[in-house]
Every structure is written in C-alpha cells, then in structure tokens.
C-alpha cells in the first residue's frame, strides 16, 4: 500500500503515471471473492459515519489514504465529499485513475514526511493499511498533520486488551506490504498511537460492519477494528468513546486466566441485536439436539433450514455472496426463465424462484442425491412450484462417471474430480447430460438467465450448451471462474472467458450494489464469480439494472 523509500522521496518527484484509454477494468486481488464481502460491509459503514459527521462537523474535504483501486474514494464521493486518493503502488493508482475518472489519485507514502505536502483535509479515510507498515507510529502521525477534524481508521488488530503489537512476516503482493515485514496492532495499541499523535478523542464506531471479522465467533477472536479519531468531542450516537489505555500492571506477571461470570454472560446476550440471540438459542438447543436445523428468514424472503455445513454457517452468520445475489435480484423479472447449473442446496434457486414468479421458470441441476435430498425440501418449505429439480451433472459427454462428494461442512466442494480437500470424501455415480438435451426434455426453448457454478466443470457444461449459447434471444451467465477449480481439469480458468468470448460474449465484474463493471480479458489467472452477457443483449440488461 505504499512506496519502497528507495524509489520514493516525494509525491512530486513521481514519474506521472500514464491514463490508458480503455473502456475495461483490469480485475486485482481487491476484486476477488474473499474481499468483496469485507469491502461491501465496510463501504456501508463509511456511509453511515459519513452522513452522521457531514452536517455537524461541516465536512467537505476528504483523503483517501491507501485508496487501492478507489472503491472507498468512490464512496466517499457519493455522500457529497470532495475526495482524492493517495496509494503506495503505481499499479493501484493507474486502476483507480481508470475506474474513477472523476477522483484525483496521486501516488505517495504514507510513512515519509513529504506527504504532507498534499495539505489538510476535514475527513481523511486509512482503511486496510496500518498494519501492512513497517512504521505504524510514523504513518499515524502524518495522518494526524494531514487531519482537520477527524481520521477515521480502519485495521486488523491482535485479540489483545492493551497496547500490544505483533512483527509479522508478510510476503510482498500487491494487497500486502512492500518491504516483507509489518507490524499488526491490537485495538489498544492503536488507540495509545492516536492519541498521542494529538487526536482529542478517539471513538470506537458503533456497530462495526455487518462481517466476520468485525465479530467474535466461534471459529476465531474479533479480528478488525473501526476508530473516529476526531480533534474535538463528539457527542453524536454511533460513537462510543475509548480512552487512552495505560499500563496497569507488570507485562511479566503471570495472571490467571478467568471466564466470563454468569451475569456477564447474561449481559452480552442482552445486548445483543435480536438475530444474534435467536442465534444463540437455536445453537443451545443444538447442543441436546444435535441434528436439528436452524430455521432462518433470507434477505430475499425465501426460508431456510440450516444444519452445519459452510454455507449454512455463511448463512447464519452473514451473508453469502452478496454482491452476486443482489445482481440477480437486480436482473431476474417475472416470467424469466432461469437454469441453476450447481444448485447445491438451493439459495440461487430459491432466489430465482422468488424473483420469476408463477409465469416464470428455474431449471435446478444437481448431481449430487445427498444435495438433491437437502434442495427438494427447500423447494417444498418455500412452495416452488415454478422450479424443476433436475437430478445428473452436466458436460459435453452424456454417460455416467464417479461423483465426488465431501463429507462434513466443505460440502459444496463435490465435483467430478477429486477436490483438494483434507476431510473424507466417498464416491457416487451420477448421470451426465448436456444442458441442451436437459432443457429439449423441460419443453424450454428460451432462458433468461444462468448460473454456472459446477467445481471447474463450466467449460465442459458450456460446450455441452451450444445450441442455447447460439440461439437468440441468448442468456446472461453468472460463472465461477476460478483457476483452483479448473486445475484438477487440466484447463485454465481464462479458457472459459475465451469461449464464451468467441460465443460474442462480454464479461463484466461484479461491483457494490450488484452493479456490472466491464473487465479486461487478457489475464492470465482468474479468481472470481464474473458475468457474462451477450454482446446483442449488453444495453438491455444493463438498462434492467439500471445502469442506462
């Protein structure tokens, strides 16, 4: 996130980095699949601080420091601030100049003395950087000279109650550190710093983002932190204030450890939102009746009965695949036709019902008869009379071959060939037929929309569809593409952008809000749920998301 001191003295002395006047984004590490959830969930809380300061504090100015490809610059601009970001490398900087043609990015280090130079600002904005610095103390105060009013910072922190600090080995990508060492604060550490950088208060922002790792689970201690470090006194909710923690005891003395009393527990379970303790109780009652599930109501409306796999943990705990299911919601209209290529358990298909209503139709395939079992109840609770359940895998080559299946939480793993998982895995056989031949059988002559998601079977699910992918009006496609999941084929993930780019097909990224951004197709590794849509539909669908 910032610039080696070797090749950098000063913002000014930069070579300037050259604009390249293409219409694609070139897909990053921050837009793969285990960021877009944490920069969603964190945007939605940049929003929310932003409008509960905007009007009090009189902002109007904002940096962005350690902007990477401007997803958080480009939220700040749309609360009505006037933005610019800065960023350590001159990859990220060219993205986000491409991306956010409107923004101001300049390339700069947040640990030298020179960029101050930029000025001073009323709001400046340090999410995902700290803790990639060699020198945390030497970039929050440049931050504080750089800060008006209020800084608001956003870091992983060590499970630690006072002021601690970790030295990490951290290999040298480009969403890590640029010197192979960092050092990650707890929360008390990086609220000693700012306060003696010179904030007056230093808040802690109230609730954290809707994440995992703003949270304590059962799998690992709160992981992220969000602080208001603001000049003055604020006295707005939303903010709960922390002082500057002190040392209290000898480091070096042992201390016993000490578990929560019973009205501690007692308590937190009180304080906790009303999804958070029905949680808790169905949970206990897991514990004497084991293999009960958890009913839970889906954002979409849809039921859904959660036992203990990964995506049931998703599920209750968060949201899966939000971006990706706010796409669909976004483009899916009454009477479409929708195919679910890897229904799994069914929450696209659920969606998709939902959304097509009783003139429309979902085609759910499915291989797998332990999935098949958990997908038809779904299907019953939630009354989908507009969704077939088509039970085989899908390829090139009708016949039958040996399923995979994974026992335990990593369920959605099964596939046609041996997954790289550490937990047993058993065989089944299942049938293989074309998707053409499955829609000829269903009387479907059109479909609207599909998602593809077969554990690196797409290219072979995609040839075996030729007569669909040819045949207008032709559908959009949601695909996991994704080179670990191609590997076990003996194909790259960039063949299924180049089929279905010889099919006059265009692909797009996923953005916030379910929104379609165009990508560059020239990569050579792929990690993503991407779209593709139909060069002669292109304008249609992306004026049914709005985006025309």
């Not at 300037?16 to 219409?23: G, K, Q, R, S, T």
């Not at 890590?176 to 990650?184: D, K, L, P, T």
């Not at 010889?502 to 197709?521: E, H, N, Q, V």
Request: proline share 6%.
């Amino acid at each position: 996130m910032r610039p080696s001191p070797q090749n950098t003295s000063s913002i000014h002395s930069v070579q300037p980095i050259d604009l390249v006047p293409e219409i694609n984004i070139h897909l990053t590490s921050f837009d793969q699949k285990e960021y877009r959830q944490l920069i969603d969930a964190r945007g939605s809380s940049i929003k929310r601080v932003v409008e509960r300061l905007k009007s009090t504090l009189e902002l109007s100015k904002a940096l962005d420091a350690g902007c990477g490809v401007g997803f958080f610059s480009q939220t700040l601009a749309e609360c009505g601030l006037s933005v610019c970001g800065i960023d350590g490398r001159t990859e990220n900087v060219r993205e986000a100049r491409h991306r956010f043609p409107d923004i101001p990015f300049e390339q700069g280090n947040i640990e030298e003395r020179t960029i101050l130079e930029l000025g001073r600002f009323d709001l400046v904005l340090c999410f995902g950087l700290i803790y990639h610095l060699e020198n945390p103390m030497v970039a929050i105060r440049n931050l504080r000279a750089l800060t008006e009013k209020c800084l608001l910072l956003e870091s992983m922190c060590l499970p630690e109650e006072g002021p601690a600090m970790l030295l990490r080995a951290e290999p040298r990508q480009e969403d890590q550190s640029m010197s192979e060492v960092a050092c990650y604060p707890s929360e008390g550490s990086l609220v000693k710093m700012l306060y003696r950088a010179g904030f007056g208060k230093v808040y802690r922002v109230i609730p954290l983002p809707d994440h995992d790792d703003f949270r304590e689970t059962t799998e690992h201690a709160r992981r992220r932190t969000v602080l208001l470090a603001s000049v003055v006194p604020i006295d707005i909710a939303g903010f709960r204030l922390i002082p500057e923690p002190n040392e209290t005891h000898d480091p070096w003395t042992k201390k016993p450890v000490r578990s929560a009393t019973l009205p501690q527990r007692i308590g937190r379970f009180l304080a906790s939102p009303a999804r958070r303790k029905y949680i808790t109780l169905a949970n206990r009652a897991r514990r004497i009746f084991p293999d009960m599930p958890i009913p839970l109501r889906l954002p979409f409306g849809a039921w859904w009965l959660a036992e203990k796999s990964a995506l049931d943990h998703e599920l209750i705990y968060g949201e899966f695949e939000k971006m990706e299911t706010e796409f669909v919601k976004k483009l899916l209209r009454s009477g479409m036709t929708v195919v679910d290529a890897g229904a799994h358990h069914g929450l696209y298909a659920l969606l998709a019902s939902k959304r097509v209503g009783r003139n429309g139709k979902v085609i759910a395939v499915e291989p797998s008869p332990r999935e098949c079992k958990r997908l038809e109840r779904h299907l019953r609770l939630n009354r989908c009379s507009n969704t077939e359940l088509v039970s085989c895998a899908l390829g090139e080559n009708p016949g039958e071959t040996d399923l995979f299946l994974v026992d335990g939480t990593q369920d959605w793993c099964n596939s046609l060939r041996p997954p790289a998982v550490d937990v047993p895995v058993r065989t089944v056989r299942a049938a293989v037929r074309r998707l053409d031949d499955v829609l000829a059988k269903s009387g479907v002559t059109r479909v609207d929309f599909m998602k593809l998601d077969v554990e690196g079977a797409e290219l072979s699910v995609l040839h075996g569809a030729r007569n669909l992918l040819q045949k207008e009006p032709r559908p959009a496609i949601l695909a996991e593409v994704q080179d670990k999941r191609t590997e076990p084929w003996g194909y790259a993930a960039r063949e299924i952008i180049q089929f279905l780019i010889r099919m006059d097909y265009g692909w797009f990224a996923i953005a916030a809000k379910g929104a379609l951004l165009p990508i560059s197709c020239d990569q050579e590794t792929y990690d993503a749920n991407l779209v593709a849509l139909p060069l002669e539909r292109t304008e249609e669908i992306l004026e049914l998301l709005g985006q025309k």
